[in-house]
């Protein structure tokens, strides 16, 4: 790929096919095609095989070492920014709430009723922005019960969970978010200390651990655990809802598609800590590499016709939720909530059309900004 094609992934918007075409033509100069992120160099991985191969090697590409610069001094030390027997046992003890059957338990008990009072806000009105009204709200408002917090305002939500994440372009602001989320924490933590109820507060404090760690945890999965999902159900809303020959297809099977086609995120980055080789490439150490998990769930290798949305396509795992010791622990919440979500909105606001979208965007995150849909009568919950 000439020098003129490169691209710095943090400021192409690369809406709808143009993020894919520069992927497929990624892909097809073989090797290691060239990129920037924030002007530092760098080199994007696109097949399949080369993903799985260099995103399981954690000794070389250990997975937290980005995260140590991008999100632990907003946040904190949490596992997401360790590695090696560190990671896997802070791991192990922060997360079983969000092993299969809790969650199942959440969804049923709590996430769909929370999906029906969202619904609720606007079903009467016969026309709605789906991605400011549902996207953008419900995630949030899912995060904060599943922690065992209030549920706020979502806008506020979603400043303070941006300004966590943003803490390179802007310390001073994700400093604030971090007292904004704190002031709202301590209180409920000091309350489950004393009395444990079945939220992951209280499963952070009886894994034992101390009050900095609970709130450095409570930081991060209220960061990661809202604004990934609700970029997948703007991405999901906008493949599904124009199509109504979708509209009666599984639900599981379209969230699963959607996040193959469009994975909110499109972009991961690893510094290879030692020479190397990716696929047939070497790879000095300290390189940094972009592990494009979009390209890879559309390399036609393994996914054949790989730009077309096909929900009964049984094949290969895809990629969205990473790959390796640092898979995504938050998938079967995150699954679950798209699933909820679709199949509330379907039920709720039967012929549904879609009157006006925009493309997805972003080469590192993606979501879709807007879609305005219209439906003539609405059920109740
Ligand atoms: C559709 C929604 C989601 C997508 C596409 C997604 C995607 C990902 C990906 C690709 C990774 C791997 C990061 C890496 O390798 O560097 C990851 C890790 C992670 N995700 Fe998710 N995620 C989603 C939802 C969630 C939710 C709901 C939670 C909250 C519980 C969550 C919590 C995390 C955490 C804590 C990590 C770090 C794992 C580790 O360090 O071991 N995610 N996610």
């Not at 124009?242 to 996040?259: G, I, K, N, R, T």
């Not at 493309?359 to 003539?376: D, H, M």
């Amino acid at each position: 790929m000439s020098r003129a094609q490169v691209l710095d992934l943090v400021e192409a918007a690369l809406p709808g096919d143009e993020l894919h075409d520069f992927l497929r033509a990624a892909r097809l100069s073989g090797g290691l095609a060239e990129a920037t992120l924030l002007g530092q160099p760098a080199r994007l991985v696109t097949t399949y095989a080369d993903l799985k191969g260099f995103m399981i090697d954690e000794v070389t590409f250990p997975g937290g070492t980005i995260y140590q610069f991008q999100v632990e001094p907003a946040i904190g030390p949490t596992f997401i920014s360790m590695d090696g027997d560190q990671h896997v046992n802070t791991r192990q003890q922060a997360m079983p709430a969000f092993r299969s059957r809790p969650v199942s338990r959440f969804v049923d008990e709590q996430l769909v009723p929370l999906a029906h009072e969202v619904v609720d806000r606007f079903a009467g009105r016969g026309e709605a922005d789906l991605v400011a009204e549902l996207a953008n709200v419900l995630p949030f408002w899912a995060i904060s019960r599943k922690l065992g917090l209030p549920i706020g305002s979502e806008d506020k939500q979603r400043a303070v969970t941006r300004a966590l994440l943003a803490h390179v372009a802007d310390p001073a602001g994700a400093r604030r978010a971090v007292d904004t989320i704190d002031a709202v924490v301590r209180p409920v933590m000091d309350e489950r200390r004393r009395e444990p109820r079945d939220d992951v507060l209280s499963r952070l404090i009886t894994a034992g651990m101390d009050d900095a760690q609970v709130l450095s945890h409570v930081r991060l999965l209220y960061a990661v655990g809202a604004t990934t999902t609700s970029d997948a159900m703007s991405n999901l809303l906008r493949l599904v809802l124009p199509d109504p020959a979708l509209h009666d297809v599984p639900v599981p099977l379209l969230v699963a598609e959607s996040l193959r086609l469009e994975p909110p995120v499109a972009v991961l980055p690893r510094l290879a800590t030692q020479d190397s080789r990716v696929g047939n490439t070497e790879v000095g150490a300290g390189t940094l590499l972009l592990a494009a998990l979009a390209a890879g769930n559309r390399d036609p290798d393994v996914f054949p016709e790989p730009d077309r949305f096909d929900p009964h396509r049984d094949g290969a795992e895809v990629l969205s939720f990473g790959v390796g010791p640092k898979f995504c622990p938050g998938w079967n919440l995150a699954r679950s909530q798209l699933a909820a979500a679709l199949s509330v909105l379907l039920e709720r606001l039967p012929g549904i059309s879609v009157v006006e979208t925009t493309e997805p965007q972003g080469a590192i995150l993606r979501s879709t900004p807007r879609l305005v849909a219209r439906w003539t009568g609405s059920t109740g919950s």
